[in-house]
T-cell receptor, first 115, second 115 residues
Framework: AQSVTQLDSQVPVFEEAPVELRCNYSSSVSVYLFWYVQYPNQGLQLLLKYLSGSTLVKGINGFEAEFNKSQTSFHLRKPSVHISDTAEYFC?????????????FGQGTILTVHP | EAGVAQSPRYKIIEKRQSVAFWCNPISGHATLYWYQQILGQGPKLLIQFQNNGVVDDSQLPKDRFSAERLKGVDSTLKIQPAKLEDSAVYLCASNPALAGYNEQFFGPGTRLTVL
């Protein structure tokens, strides 16, 4: 079975500060990893994904994440946040193979950017 | 390209009543998912369709939840009778089910409140 753990339920930061949202995963098979963002009263939007290749992946809105297989982590980072980045962020994995694209999500991290 | 459509956006019902949600995926997308997102938690897969066949419904509470995808296009999710713990956002997602990686596209969700 696969699982995803987001280590922080809430992260408050000031505008223009750097931020890291932490995600660890557990799986007995190779996985695809994703970060989604959810703004209030909206659906989920894909920020970035790791499928294979380079372990540093860049996404939309200046976000990036690094896949670390030895530590089973996929932390999300942004060097300078904006007020508009305030949202809930979800880490997710897909085990590939016969999972038919099914996503397993973490519990979510609420990022609040203060002026 | 139109996104995933869901209706209604909001629904309030009394416990023991029945309710139905509708989803229209992106045109041509073969795979359709229903997720349940309880407040403070990540989305959890309820059921996955490939065209009009069920691929995974292992986490669907079948004593009260049912879903169908007639003609392999739009889908309905029904709860009968509803319980207080069914209060959640119900997200629909789709992907084209092509070979290799397929991004899931999410609808805006239906927020259900059971009183």
């Amino acid at each position: 079975a696969q699982s995803v753990t987001q280590l922080d339920s809430q992260v408050p930061v000031f505008e223009e500060a750097p931020v890291e949202l932490r995600c660890n995963y557990s799986s007995s098979v190779s996985v695809y990893l994703f970060w989604y963002v959810q703004y209030p009263n909206q659906g989920l939007q894909l920020l970035l994904k790791y499928l294979s290749g380079s372990t540093l992946v860049k996404g939309i809105n200046g976000f990036e994440a690094e896949f670390n297989k030895s530590q089973t982590s996929f932390h999300l980072r942004k060097p300078s946040v904006h007020i508009s980045d305030t949202a809930e962020y979800f880490c997710a994995l897909n085990a590939g193979g016969t999972s038919y694209g099914k996503l397993t999500f973490g519990q979510g991290t609420i990022l609040t950017v203060h002026p | 390209e139109a996104g995933v459509a869901q209706s209604p956006r909001y629904k309030i019902i009394e416990k023991r009543q029945s309710v139905a949600f509708w989803c229209n995926p992106i045109s041509g997308h073969a795979t359709l998912y229903w997720y349940q997102q309880i407040l403070g938690q990540g989305p959890k897969l309820l059921i996955q369709f490939q065209n009009n066949g069920v691929v995974d419904d292992s986490q669907l509470p079948k004593d009260r939840f049912s879903a169908e995808r007639l003609k392999g296009v739009d889908s309905t999710l029904k709860i009968q009778p509803a319980k207080l713990e069914d209060s959640a956002v119900y997200l629909c997602a789709s992907n084209p089910a092509l070979a290799g990686y397929n991004e899931q596209f999410f609808g805006p969700g239906t927020r259900l409140t059971v009183l």
